[in-house]
């Protein structure tokens, strides 16, 4: 087992815009080692397609095992149709799926909250989405994202055959479901869990395993299952009926994306995938915008880098025990909302218009202050 090093932190740009988002963590970050004497150790590698042009892999072994030493990983964004001939095996995905499975990343943290000063993006009433706080955790290295068999094979009568397999065990459900009863306790106390167990028995294991652990270790937790397309529903009904969303992998990965719609735009939402604590309480953990790579845009310096940048604040909380300096960080970007200055996504009537550096910058002077 190699030992994680306190405090070292590994930028992955990634691909299309993520360069300029990460960019912009990478001057908070020497911000805070500068004027807070912070003692983080910045490293920065090619991860994704741009790591397939230079090496041939869309993550070499190098930046694994770098990945492995370091206590954070900052991931920018990978992907865009450049790549999208490639092999299956040879793709910038893949890169991020061997981090989440190798890292053993199995809780993805994606909170959806509307911010006031923006709750004329949403394209919901006001009324449905003001003061909308959810937090979704999602199963992330098991399910029919890993499962096997998987393929595309020929069948007899000259067609072809698309496998993917839909399987979970015991452990991989409670450890999962545990981080979302610890995170309601310090919420709102209430969890709803998701699945299909009326047509799947993975589903249905999920639902009986889920409810053992609460009547087992977390009584003072209210519990409720829903069916995941029902959630599909409600989230557009009532999304404030949810406090902790609990699911796997699949209905996870669109569950998350359609909350974050509820917002106004996928770039203001951060993520975190966390491990397993060790015996001395450390975990490797991921943190990166819920948003694309987004090539259409990348190189015009109009990319929000709030998403990653409140990914940075969910490190500094989650992996580095600095709430207050997460939470100065929080309050410097809500400040800079307050101000009306936005990124091209998120502009309306009244706002000023600024880029992606130009955001960063104007967070790091409210931090100053």
């Not at 370091?70 to 890169?95: N, Q």
């Amino acid at each position: 087992m190699i030992k994680v090093k306190k405090r070292k932190i590994l930028l992955l740009p990634g691909d299309g815009i993520g360069p300029e988002v990460i960019g912009e963590v990478k001057k908070i970050i020497t911000w805070f080692n500068d004027k807070k004497s912070l003692d983080f150790e910045i490293d920065q590698e090619l991860v994704g397609g741009c790591s397939y042009d230079k090496h041939g892999t869309p993550i070499t072994d190098e930046v694994f095992y770098k990945a492995l030493e370091s206590e954070v990983i900052m991931l920018g964004a990978v992907g865009g149709p450049t790549w999208d001939s490639l092999e299956f095996s040879k793709k910038p995905e893949r890169a991020l799926l061997k981090l989440r499975k190798e890292l053993k990343l199995f809780a993805n943290l994606r909170p959806a909250i509307c911010f006031e000063q923006l709750v004329s993006a949403s394209t919901l009433k006001p009324d449905i989405v003001s003061g909308l706080d959810i937090m979704i955790v999602r199963e992330l290295t098991g399910g029919i994202y890993f499962g096997e068999p998987r393929g595309i094979k020929p069948i007899e009568n000259g067609e072809r055959k698309g496998i993917n397999t839909h399987t979970y065990t015991t452990s991989e459900i409670i450890r999962v479901a545990r981080v979302a009863f610890d995170l309601a306790r310090k919420r709102s106390n209430k969890v709803t869990s998701c699945e299909k167990s009326n047509v799947m028995e993975a589903g249905q294991l999920w639902k009986e395993e889920v409810q053992e652990l609460h009547d087992k270790e977390y009584k003072d937790v209210e519990l409720s299952h829903m069916l995941a397309d029902n959630c599909a529903m409600q989230l557009l009904r009532n999304p404030k009926q949810f406090d902790v969303i609990v699911t796997d992998n699949l209905f996870g990965d669109m569950l998350s994306d359609e909350a974050s719609m509820l917002t106004g735009s996928l770039g203001l939402l951060p993520s975190a995938s966390l491990g397993a604590k060790n015996k001395d309480g450390e975990m490797r953990a991921m943190y990166e915008p819920v948003h694309g790579s987004a090539p259409d845009i990348a190189g015009k310096g109009i990319a929000n880098p709030i998403a990653t940048i409140l990914s940075f604040a969910m490190a500094l909380r989650y992996s580095l025990d600095l709430d207050k300096e997460a939470d100065d960080l929080e309050k410097a970007v809500q400040s800079v909302l307050d101000d009306g200055l936005r990124t091209k996504d998120i502009m309306s009537e009244g706002t000023k218009e600024i880029s992606t550096s130009g955001m960063g910058d104007a967070i790091i002077a409210y931090l100053q202050k």
